[in-house]
């Protein structure tokens, strides 16, 4: 009895077996021979329409993954001026701190950032080793959502608001890794989908936290109304995406289908994934950096901008219209904007000298630090514009990165890689975190 083994790929752009089966045939191996042929999938309407909802789904996830996060920082302020000890009543948003002209928070909204970052660079340093099965991931990223908006939402005490905000992060930080690790099972403009769908959730998330309650709305309320954010984030993954027959995250070098076919005509197939070692996975480390650096510096330098530096860039000449709290909930929606806008700019404009937004971003960093200092610019359409400029770089460097890997990073590496370098992003976020605090303590008591 003769035997025939074939092998198929299927981690190219379709993830069904009928697909590869139907493509061009494939070469057998013998016993001490073997042959791997990668083959084009058959062009069809149905292969088409697959890959644009997997398109549209990971731009919802990419917006649902970050909105908790972004409505996180955009309530910062709120969040650290309520007086829980009133029934959790927020103080009416015209008090200000008299004895302090610069009309300070006594905590700086750094302390909201190191709340809304910490638990997610824990998850992003663990969850590349962690279990690998996608479903399990996304439950529990869903679980941590639902639960950060209930507990920012019901707060009765500070700590309670702190652990919802702990949640927040936890779920952005697996999701991050858990989602952009799965797109190296579907086409590679998944990447820049799910990087638009993070700063969709950037502008939106602002937006919409902005207009609810400049609208009426209390920030509780509003927090609340976002429950619907993991419902749409569970219905993206469960029920829009397409899945390919693996969902393990396993940083597969392909994904082999093993068509066994004797003179009978039977036919056994069975799938086998080839894993990265953790030895493999630490010598590929060295060889990241180059991503990993520059984006560093940029989070560094942004996240110094928005929770150290912008909250106590105040414009009180423009109170008729805009009081302190609303002042920094707008800076929060236009730096969200600049964000979407990068975002969603790779296919058009592709830059990939990534360290050329750090050396940009540092000098917003000295614009916005002697402004805040010495008020010396006078319009808060000034600052409006370079906050918008900020999120542009900040935006610009996150994509390229990301996409600078889908393109150069060998496949059987791509999703270590894509994960390991999700944390370069955080990592420069909480060191943002442990500056702003001392700096804000040091310039709220500088005289005017």
Request: glycine fraction near 6%; charged fraction near 15%; proline fraction near 4%.
């Amino acid at each position: 009895m003769s035997v025939s083994l074939n092998l198929v790929d299927t981690s190219g752009d379709t993830d069904d077996y009928e697909s590869a089966l139907e493509s061009t045939p494939v070469q057998s191996f013998s016993t001490n021979e073997r042959t791997i042929s990668e083959t084009e999938p058959a062009s069809s309407i149905a292969i088409v329409k697959e890959r644009w909802t997997n398109l549209l789904a990971y731009w919802l996830l990419g917006l649902t993954n970050n909105f908790a996060y972004v409505i996180m920082l955009s309530a910062a302020h709120d969040i650290l001026s309520q007086d829980f000890n009133k029934d959790g009543v927020s103080l009416p948003e015209n008090t200000t701190n008299s004895s302090n002209p610069r009309d300070c928070n006594p905590m700086s909204t750094g302390t909201i950032l190191l709340a809304d970052i910490i638990p997610s660079l824990i998850m992003k340093i663990f969850a590349p080793f962690m279990w690998s099965h996608v479903h399990l991931r996304v439950g529990t990223v869903v679980m941590l959502c639902m639960l950060s908006f209930l507990l920012v939402g019901e707060a009765v005490s500070e700590n309670m608001a702190i652990i919802g905000v702990i949640c927040a992060s936890a779920s952005s930080g697996l999701g991050e890794v858990t989602f952009l690790s799965y797109t190296a099972k579907f086409h590679r403009n998944v990447v820049s989908t799910w990087s638009s769908g993070t700063g969709a959730a950037g502008l939106f998330g602002a937006l919409s936290y902005a207009g609810l309650t400049s609208a009426g709305l209390t920030p509780r309320t509003t927090v609340l109304l976002m429950l619907i954010i993991p419902v749409i984030m569970a219905l993206s993954f469960w029920l829009l995406l397409k899945h390919p027959n693996q969902t393990r995250l396993c940083g597969s070098r392909h994904n082999y289908k093993i068509i066994r076919q004797d003179d009978e005509d039977n036919v056994e197939a069975k799938d086998f994934e080839v894993s990265l070692r953790f030895s493999e996975k630490m010598e590929l480390l060295p060889s990241l950096l180059k991503y990993m650096i520059p984006i560093a510096l940029v989070y560094i330098a942004e996240y110094v901008i928005n929770q150290g530096l912008a909250e106590l860039i105040y414009f009180p000449s423009e109170k008729g219209w805009l009081n302190h709290h609303e002042q920094y909930r707008w800076y929060q929606a236009t730096y969200q904007l600049g964000v979407l806008i990068s975002r969603s700019s790779v296919n058009f404009f592709y830059i990939r000298q990534i360290w050329i937004t750090s050396v940009l971003q540092w000098i917003n960093v000295l614009i916005f630090l002697t402004c805040a200092i010495f008020w010396w610019i006078s319009s808060i359409w000034v600052i409006l514009f370079l906050i918008l400029w900020e999120g542009l770089l900040g935006g610009a460097a996150y994509v390229n990165t990301f996409y600078k890997i889908t393109n150069e990073v060998n496949d059987h590496q791509k999703p270590f890689a894509m994960a390991i370098t999700t944390l370069s992003d955080t990592v420069g976020v909480t060191i943002a975190g442990f500056i702003s605090i001392p700096l804000h303590n040091v310039i709220c008591h500088l005289p005017m």
